[in-house]
């Protein structure tokens, strides 16, 4: 079969924000400083061999980039300076793009006025919308209760169709990163009963993201404090999804406090605090290798969640200490942020959540397939001492 | 006639400012039209025919690094103006050597010589001075050896200074030459004996270039002499003072890996074949007088001055080479290699001692085996004859070199040499395996990529790509790296790991190269005059580099340098043309002299 080449990889990698792929003379000291790099997948190295050969299939049908946790041991050892690394961080912003089938994500991540205009309308649109529902079958004066500004029951259902437009575009992704990793690229023949025997892999990286964990940079500190920091994010923000989506209207209820709801709200709420202090402070004071370069897209995705956060905080204390008309305003500040995010998720670095538990899945399957065919071993044996 | 002068640089140029050449430049006579065009501009040749025109413009003179680059659009536009093409000019900064103190006065006459369309090599010859038949060697490795065997074979006197207190360098340090596997000192050691029995040769060890004036042709060089405090003439080398010296210290000939007294000789072999003492670890001279002394007491030719002192000798040469050499990186800076942690792990320098016939353990490769010393009650790891063979070897490629973080530049010569290494130990140890990690196998010479081949047939397991760390597990140094082509990761456990260690211009060359007044590149190593065409002359007349202290270089080319700086010595004192040098030409000069080859 022939293979397809496309010249002009690098260049188009450069907006994703890999810059110094060119750079690379392969002496393989990422890869084997790298503690995800296996016998099963080598990278970056193997990655960046790909980019430099412009070989868009390969790369598209390959699980490596999401493997990767960026911890930058590789990019500080890189004798080149060629930051693999930020290659395979670039390479997952451009797969995000490849299993976008609409064509949004990278126009996001190429352009960046794009993506702040896009935001920008949406949370007009949104608040324009709300002001209007609300002055016309609300009193601002009121949060909760049937005569509420915004009532929670009609909150309820606009959650449930931004979610639900949010949920199709996702799994056509999802389907799409399945049928060019798991048909396409997969290079052994995967019976059926490998995707069951393998499924405890989705819930198990998607809650520990112990790979992340075995990534940490011994020299920086004894604590996985990244890893940590990223779950508690994560996992507050998962249990905040959860509590909008399906317990809204009991979220919402006042004026007094509903602990058995609420106390996940909160507990969720400082892992989202905790989390997106670190990852901040992280950026600006760029002292690890991997805060060091930041994407348009990191930012738009860092400040909108701030915003959520606080709005929802303040929202929150504002209605519990009676100042309605106040909390009223606030609650449409923080539906006019959460709205883009909601619908940007798909298309941005968001859908991480979804893709990299996918990809240890497939990478699971992988393994077993290799394993039950036995491939045969044509290369020159390790000689034993 | 009706000239215009035109500034085009590809780069920023830092070394002058290219307005006040252009200023100069517009008083020029018949210079009409002077533009500075800036870096790297787009020109189109019907814009410049416009321009050509609109002046009426005879002759084009192109100025900059690299005015060539240049030259086709502007021919193009003189054809399009309906003028005389031939008449382009260029007035190259860069090839006629506009750099350093003289670099804006050089660009002027460079230009200036351009305008009158005068070849600038003809316009610009310097007076030439009388020369000095006495030659300044600095340097007694190989290069500084042969360079001075040859002036000394022609019967003019030379001066060879050493820093230590005997000749031979690092080549007498090594076991094997590659590709060819003689025996270095073999090669070697006889050069040594010729020098040091030379009529015309003024030998002068653990000596050091402390200041030099003059002008090339006369070069008034001082020089420190340390107190040997042992007399060359009547020390025999019995080595009873160093029997009865208590002091033991590194010996920096075994690079580190040995011990020797504080009264000692280098090795064997060394020329002058005499002790000398150690004064910062000799306790008569540290105690100052109050304690030991033994080895004057033991003497029994009584040629032992313990209280002697360094002199200062000055005297006048007319030429200077420079042989001064090289250093290996400090390996413990670049951390994954575990040198310094883990015993096991040796430099490419220590490997070449520890498999030396005349090394500590008499040339049997052997790990490091742990022992208590005596007096430090310490534990310590040395080289031991007793010491058990390694099973496995491992040699890591690249180490330091090639690498932005430390050396940007190729070593040139771990390559082979590591590659004879993997031959060395598989024909001391039969049965060992030996690993090569390399990322790209720069085997350049002649019989080098033969050698390469050969080396791979023996069985060494050439891993392409670099390793990437060293590690110690379960008292097991592990190496691990990244098989490129077999396209898998391999840990391999190995009892040795020889890093090949890139190198580093000598220590003191930054001060060396402000005293003669040469410069530098940015790796460190001297520049010579061109790369091309003249590789051991440097800017300043009269001063010749040669080996390895102009960049990193195999035995082959080191010796075959020393021999091509002795040809530019002997030139300039046989050809009775003197040294001159552009230096010492003044601007005026230069106009003077173009303006009187026109009128010819």
Same mark, same amino acid.
């Given at each position: 079969?022939?293979?397809?080449?496309?010249?002009?990889?690098?260049?188009?990698?450069?907006?994703?924000?890999?810059?110094?792929?060119?750079?690379?003379?392969?002496?393989?000291?990422?890869?084997?400083?790298?503690?995800?790099?296996?016998?099963?997948?080598?990278?970056?190295?193997?990655?960046?061999?790909?980019?430099?050969?412009?070989?868009?299939?390969?790369?598209?049908?390959?699980?490596?980039?999401?493997?990767?946790?960026?911890?930058?041991?590789?990019?500080?050892?890189?004798?080149?300076?060629?930051?693999?690394?930020?290659?395979?961080?670039?390479?997952?912003?451009?797969?995000?793009?490849?299993?976008?089938?609409?064509?949004?994500?990278?126009?996001?991540?190429?352009?960046?006025?794009?993506?702040?205009?896009?935001?920008?309308?949406?949370?007009?649109?949104?608040?324009?919308?709300?002001?209007?529902?609300?002055?016309?079958?609300?009193?601002?004066?009121?949060?909760?209760?049937?005569?509420?500004?915004?009532? &929670?029951?009609?909150?309820?259902?606009?959650?449930?169709?931004?979610?639900?437009?949010?949920?199709?575009?996702?799994?056509?992704?999802?389907?799409?990163?399945?049928?060019?990793? #798991?048909?396409?690229?997969? /290079?052994?023949?995967?019976?059926?009963?490998?995707?069951?025997?393998? *499924?405890?892999?989705? /819930?198990?990286?998607?809650?520990?993201?112990?790979?992340?964990?075995?990534?940490?940079?011994?020299?920086?500190?004894?604590?996985?404090?990244?890893?940590?920091?990223?779950?508690?994010?994560?996992?507050?923000?998962?249990?905040?999804?959860?509590?909008?989506?399906?317990?809204?209207?009991?979220?919402?209820?006042?004026?007094?406090?509903?602990?058995?709801?609420?106390?996940?709200?909160?507990?969720? &709420?400082?892992?989202?605090?905790?989390?997106?202090?670190?990852?901040?402070?992280?950026?600006?004071?760029?002292?690890?290798?991997?805060?060091?370069?930041?994407? &348009?897209?990191?930012?738009?995705?860092?400040?909108?969640?701030?915003?959520?956060?606080?709005?929802?905080?303040?929202?929150? *204390?504002?209605?519990?200490?009676?100042?309605?008309?106040?909390?009223?305003?606030?609650?449409?500040?923080?539906? #006019?942020?959460?709205?883009?995010?909601?619908?940007? #998720?798909?298309?941005?670095?968001?859908?991480?959540?979804?893709?990299?538990?996918?990809?240890?899945?497939?990478?699971?399957?992988?393994?077993?397939?290799?394993?039950?065919?036995?491939?045969?071993?044509?290369? #020159?044996?390790?000689?034993?001492? | 006639?009706?000239?215009?002068?035109?500034?085009?640089?590809?780069?920023?140029?830092?070394?002058?400012?290219?307005?006040?050449?252009?200023?100069?430049?517009?008083?020029?006579? @018949?210079?009409?039209? !002077?533009?500075?065009?800036?870096?790297?501009?787009?020109?189109?040749?019907?814009?410049?025919?416009?321009?050509?025109?609109?002046?009426?413009?005879?002759?084009?003179?192109?100025?900059?690094?690299?005015?060539?680059?240049?030259? +086709?659009?502007?021919?193009?536009?003189?054809?399009?103006?309906?003028?005389? +093409?031939?008449?382009?000019?260029? =007035?190259?900064?860069?090839?006629?050597?506009?750099?350093?103190?003289?670099?804006?006065?050089?660009?002027?006459?460079?230009? %200036?010589?351009?305008?009158?369309?005068?070849?600038?090599?003809?316009?610009?010859?310097?007076?030439?001075?009388?020369?000095?038949?006495?030659?300044?060697?600095?340097?007694?490795?190989? =290069?500084?050896?042969?360079?001075?065997?040859?002036?000394?074979?022609?019967?003019?006197?030379?001066?060879?200074?050493?820093?230590?207190?005997?000749?031979?360098?690092?080549?007498?340090?090594?076991?094997?030459?590659?590709?060819?596997?003689?025996?270095?000192?073999?090669?070697?050691?006889?050069?040594? !004996?010729?020098?040091?029995?030379?009529?015309?040769?003024?030998?002068?060890?653990?000596?050091?270039?402390?200041?030099?004036?003059?002008?090339?042709?006369?070069?008034?060089?001082?020089?420190?002499?340390?107190?040997?405090?042992?007399?060359?003439?009547?020390?025999?080398?019995?080595?009873?003072?160093?029997?009865?010296?208590?002091?033991?210290?590194?010996?920096?000939?075994?690079?580190?890996?040995?011990?020797?007294?504080?009264?000692?000789?280098?090795?064997?072999?060394?020329?002058?074949?005499?002790?000398?003492?150690?004064?910062?670890?000799?306790?008569?001279?540290?105690?100052?007088?109050?304690?030991?002394?033994?080895?004057?007491?033991?003497?029994?030719?009584?040629?032992?001055?313990?209280?002697?002192?360094?002199?200062?000798?000055?005297?006048?040469?007319?030429?200077?080479?420079?042989?001064?050499?090289?250093?290996?990186?400090?390996?413990?800076?670049? +951390?994954?290699?575990?040198?310094?942690?883990?015993?096991?792990?040796?430099?490419?320098?220590?490997?070449?001692?520890?498999?030396?016939?005349?090394?500590?353990?008499?040339?049997?490769?052997?790990?490091?085996?742990?022992?208590?010393?005596?007096?430090?009650?310490?534990?310590?790891?040395?080289?031991?004859?007793?010491?058990?063979?390694?099973?496995?070897?491992?040699?890591?490629?690249?180490?330091?070199?090639?690498?932005?973080?430390?050396?940007?530049?190729?070593?040139?010569?771990?390559?082979?040499?590591?590659?004879?290494?993997?031959?060395?130990?598989?024909?001391?140890?039969?049965? !060992?395996?030996?690993?090569?990690?390399?990322?790209?196998?720069?085997?350049?010479?002649?019989?080098?990529?033969?050698?390469?081949?050969?080396?791979?047939?023996?069985?060494?397991?050439?891993?392409?790509?670099?390793?990437?760390?060293?590690?110690?597990? @379960?008292?097991?140094?592990?190496?691990?790296?990244?098989?490129?082509?077999?396209?898998?990761?391999?840990?391999?456990?190995?009892?040795?790991?020889?890093? %090949?260690?890139?190198?580093?211009?000598?220590?003191?060359?930054?001060?060396?190269?402000?005293?003669?007044?040469?410069?530098?590149?940015?790796?460190?190593?001297?520049?010579?005059?061109?790369?091309?065409?003249?590789?051991?002359?440097?800017?300043?007349?009269?001063?010749?580099? =040669?080996?390895?202290?102009?960049? +990193?270089?195999?035995?082959?080319?080191?010796?075959?340098?020393?021999?091509?700086?002795?040809?530019? !010595?002997?030139?300039?004192?046989?050809?009775?043309?003197?040294?001159?040098?552009?230096?010492?030409?003044?601007?005026?000069?230069?106009?003077?002299?173009?303006?009187?080859?026109?009128?010819?």
């Amino acid at each position: 079969m022939a293979i397809r080449v496309n010249p002009k990889l690098i260049e188009d990698l450069l907006r994703y924000g890999a810059e110094d792929v060119h750079m690379c003379y392969h002496c393989g000291d990422c890869s084997a400083v790298c503690v995800h790099s296996d016998e099963m997948f080598r990278f970056p190295r193997k990655s960046t061999r790909q980019l430099q050969m412009g070989l868009e299939r390969k790369i598209e049908t390959s699980l490596e980039p999401w493997l990767c946790y960026y911890c930058g041991q590789c990019s500080e050892q890189c004798p080149r300076e060629a930051a693999p690394g930020e290659t395979m961080m670039s390479l997952r912003r451009w797969l995000i793009a490849r299993y976008d089938l609409t064509g949004i994500a990278g126009l996001f991540f190429r352009s960046r006025t794009a993506e702040i205009l896009a935001v920008i309308m949406v949370a007009l649109i949104t608040g324009a919308f709300l002001l209007y529902h609300g002055f016309t079958t609300g009193n601002i004066l009121v949060y909760d209760g049937p005569d509420a500004f915004l009532e &929670s029951s009609f909150i309820h259902k606009f959650d449930l169709i931004i979610g639900s437009i949010l949920a199709l575009f996702l799994i056509g992704n999802a389907f799409r990163m399945w049928y060019l990793i #798991m048909i396409k690229g997969n /290079p052994y023949t995967t019976p059926w009963w490998l995707y069951i025997k393998q *499924i405890y892999l989705l /819930p198990l990286h998607f809650f520990s993201q112990k790979r992340y964990a075995k990534c940490d940079n011994p020299k920086d500190s004894a604590i996985h404090i990244p890893w940590f920091a990223h779950l508690g994010l994560m996992l507050g923000y998962v249990t905040m999804l959860v509590l909008v989506m399906v317990f809204l209207p009991a979220l919402q209820q006042g004026p007094g406090i509903n602990w058995s709801i609420h106390v996940f709200a909160y507990l969720a &709420s400082i892992g989202l605090i905790v989390g997106t202090v670190y990852f901040i402070y992280s950026r600006f004071k760029k002292q690890h290798i991997q805060y060091q370069k930041s994407h &348009s897209t990191d930012w738009v995705f860092i400040i909108l969640l701030v915003i959520i956060v606080l709005t929802g905080i303040v929202q929150h *204390i504002l209605h519990r200490s009676g100042l309605f008309e106040a909390a009223n305003i606030i609650y449409i500040l923080h539906l #006019m942020s959460v709205v883009p995010w909601l619908l940007r #998720m798909p298309f941005s670095k968001w859908a991480h959540l979804l893709y990299r538990p996918l990809a240890m899945y497939f990478a699971g399957i992988w393994a077993e397939a290799n394993e039950l065919q036995q491939h045969p071993q044509n290369i #020159m044996p390790i000689p034993q001492i | 006639m009706r000239i215009g002068v035109f500034f085009c640089q590809l780069d920023e140029t830092k070394k002058f400012s290219i307005e006040s050449v252009a200023k100069y430049s517009a008083n020029l006579p @018949d210079v009409v039209t !002077v533009q500075i065009l800036g870096v790297n501009p787009r020109l189109v040749s019907d814009v410049l025919s416009g321009r050509i025109k609109q002046d009426n413009l005879d002759r084009i003179v192109i100025a900059g690094d690299t005015p060539g680059y240049f030259k +086709p659009v502007f021919t193009k536009a003189m054809v399009l103006a309906g003028h005389n +093409p031939k008449e382009v000019y260029l =007035a190259s900064f860069n090839e006629h050597g506009a750099t350093g103190d003289m670099a804006l006065e050089r660009a002027k006459a460079i230009v %200036a010589c351009a305008t009158y369309a005068v070849p600038f090599s003809l316009a610009a010859i310097p007076a030439q001075n009388p020369v000095n038949h006495t030659t300044l060697i600095i340097g007694g490795g190989i =290069a500084g050896i042969q360079a001075a065997l040859e002036v000394a074979d022609a019967d003019k006197e030379v001066y060879l200074i050493e820093k230590t207190g005997t000749i031979g360098g690092h080549m007498a340090m090594f076991d094997k030459t590659f590709p060819t596997l003689d025996c270095s000192a073999c090669i070697l050691t006889p050069k040594m !004996v010729s020098v040091g029995q030379h009529d015309m040769i003024r030998l002068m060890t653990y000596s050091e270039v402390i200041g030099v004036s003059g002008n090339p042709g006369a070069y008034q060089v001082k020089i420190l002499q340390h107190a040997r405090r042992v007399d060359i003439k009547s020390c025999v080398a019995c080595s009873i003072c160093s029997d009865v010296c208590p002091v033991w210290v590194d010996s920096e000939f075994d690079a580190n890996i040995s011990k020797r007294k504080a009264i000692y000789i280098p090795f064997p072999q060394a020329v002058p074949n005499a002790f000398l003492v150690d004064e910062k670890n000799c306790t008569y001279i540290q105690s100052e007088g109050k304690k030991c002394g033994v080895c004057v007491k033991k003497c029994p030719k009584e040629c032992i001055d313990l209280n002697a002192s360094d002199e200062v000798i000055e005297i006048e040469v007319g030429n200077i080479i420079l042989a001064t050499g090289y250093d290996v990186l400090d390996v413990s800076k670049i +951390p994954q290699y575990g040198y310094g942690v883990y015993p096991n792990v040796v430099t490419a320098l220590e490997f070449e001692r520890l498999t030396n016939a005349s090394g500590t353990t008499g040339g049997k490769i052997v790990t490091k085996t742990k022992q208590i010393n005596k007096r430090t009650k310490e534990e310590e790891w040395i080289f031991s004859v007793d010491g058990t063979p390694p099973k496995s070897v491992a040699i890591i490629h690249c180490v330091g070199s090639r690498n932005k973080k430390y050396n940007a530049y190729c070593s040139r010569v771990c390559c082979m040499y590591s590659l004879k290494f993997a031959h060395l130990v598989k024909e001391k140890i039969p049965d !060992v395996t030996c690993y090569e990690f390399y990322i790209d196998m720069r085997a350049f010479g002649k019989g080098y990529e033969e050698f390469s081949e050969r080396i791979k047939q023996e069985g060494t397991f050439v891993v392409r790509g670099r390793s990437a760390s060293v590690a110690m597990n @379960d008292g097991q140094m592990v190496v691990k790296g990244e098989d490129i082509i077999q396209d898998r990761v391999v840990e391999f456990d190995v009892d040795l790991v020889i890093l %090949a260690v890139g190198l580093i211009p000598a220590p003191g060359s930054e001060e060396l190269s402000n005293i003669l007044g040469i410069t530098r590149d940015t790796d460190g190593w001297f520049s010579e005059l061109d790369y091309n065409g003249n590789p051991t002359d440097t800017e300043k007349g009269g001063i010749y580099v =040669a080996g390895m202290c102009q960049s +990193p270089k195999d035995i082959p080319d080191t010796v075959a340098q020393g021999s091509a700086v002795a040809a530019g !010595v002997l030139r300039s004192i046989t050809s009775g043309k003197g040294i001159g040098h552009l230096s010492s030409v003044s601007l005026s000069e230069i106009e003077l002299r173009a303006k009187s080859i026109i009128t010819l």
